[in-house]
């Protein structure tokens, strides 16, 4: 299993660690490219547990709750809160220069991440946008080094202070891959039944995984690459991580999501988060329009899947898709959480509908 979300929460109840700052890695890619594997990446270093962040998300807590219709939490929601909530109040680490090595590299090189534009530290928001190469040669030797399966390469945070861990897949011009929507795809959200729902499923309730979407998932041959698209915040990253690749048994994948305004004592920024998981907005639509066309793009001898649901854009999304990329496109798969298969057939034309209430998949829909 690739390493996911692995800078840890132990800063909290650690003094020996104040120092420490944790850097995540979310999960990309690489392709090739020019007799090169090019491997972009999105890092982002920050600190937790100091007073602000506690004081706002005391803040957000009330907020959240009275949104999502609780008069009071219980300890184990209040717990809930906090591990989801985190990386929204986190405190993020402008000027930082991002090192890191690949796990036993016989040469122990390290890689200083470098942006397109040559900046080498990160923003005002912690964050930096790089991309490290490798040449067939070398990335070979890595793999063989970590007895890699499937292209997967595990990395290390080598910076002063730094803490966390990495996994990038190396995928191959030729073969199947899947795109997958999240919410109301793979894991239980219940957009359609409105704000309150929406934030007791994502930050007072387990997440749950959709039982037959985890059964087809399984099914997938080893081989088969796997990118999840969504449009809910990065914040949510790591929750999401833990839960799909660790906790309900999700096939691993590059993520792909959005970021949200983290100005928490304005109303607006609790709008700004349900209307990009709830309300499916032309913004999201376009982001995973541009997301998944640039995985096409760095891939065009693949055939893909692409698998959403009908409560959201992801129909138009894929059509769009379907329609830029004919011969790349396999299938569409929708999940009906909105009964469109009947309602407005046309809408699902040409795609794989699976009933949301269905136990099994029908292979030959």
Wanted: no cysteine; hydrophobic share 35%.
């Amino acid at each position: 299993m690739p390493a996911f979300a692995q800078d840890s929460d132990s800063e909290t109840s650690n003094n020996t660690m104040k120092n420490t700052e944790y850097v995540t890695f979310y999960p990309s890619y690489g392709y090739q490219d020019e007799g090169l594997w090019r491997i972009p990446l999105r890092v982002w270093v920050h600190k937790h547990g100091g007073w602000g962040g506690k004081q706002l998300s005391k803040v957000a807590k009330r907020v959240v709750r009275n949104k999502a219709g609780l008069e009071e939490l219980h300890q184990d929601q209040i717990e809930m809160f906090r591990f989801r909530f985190r990386d929204f109040v986190a405190d993020s680490q402008s000027f930082e220069a991002i090192f890191l090595r690949f796990d036993q590299d016989p040469d122990e090189e390290v890689f200083r991440l470098q942006s397109a534009d040559g900046d080498k530290r990160t923003n005002f928001n912690g964050l930096l946008f790089g991309e490290l190469t490798l040449t067939f040669e070398r990335a070979e030797e890595l793999l063989t080094a970590q007895q890699s399966k499937n292209g997967w390469l595990r990395f290390t945070a080598t910076g002063k202070d730094h803490q966390g861990e990495g996994a990038v897949r190396l995928i191959k011009p030729q073969g199947d891959s899947v795109i997958s929507d999240i919410d109301d795809t793979v894991k239980i959200t219940e957009i359609t039944e409105g704000e309150a729902v929406v934030m007791m499923n994502t930050f007072f309730k387990p997440f749950q995984a959709v039982p037959q979407m985890k059964a087809l998932y399984q099914t997938f041959d080893e081989n088969v690459a796997l990118h999840y698209v969504s449009g809910g915040p990065w914040q949510m990253y790591r929750p999401l991580a833990d839960f799909l690749f660790k906790t309900a048994g999700f096939p691993p994948g590059s993520m792909h999501m959005k970021n949200v305004r983290l100005h928490l004592l304005e109303g607006e920024t609790y709008g700004d988060f349900y209307r990009l998981i709830k309300l499916g907005s032309v913004a999201s639509e376009q982001q995973k329009i541009r997301q998944i066309s640039e995985i096409f793009s760095h891939f065009p001898q693949r055939g893909f899947t692409l698998i959403g649901d009908s409560g959201e854009h992801d129909p138009e999304v894929f059509a769009h898709i379907r329609n830029q990329f004919p011969e790349q496109v396999n299938a569409i798969i929708i999940r009906d959480v909105v009964n469109d298969a009947t309602k407005n057939p046309e809408r699902l034309q040409g795609m794989k509908v699976i009933q949301a209430d269905s136990a099994f998949i029908d292979a030959d829909g």
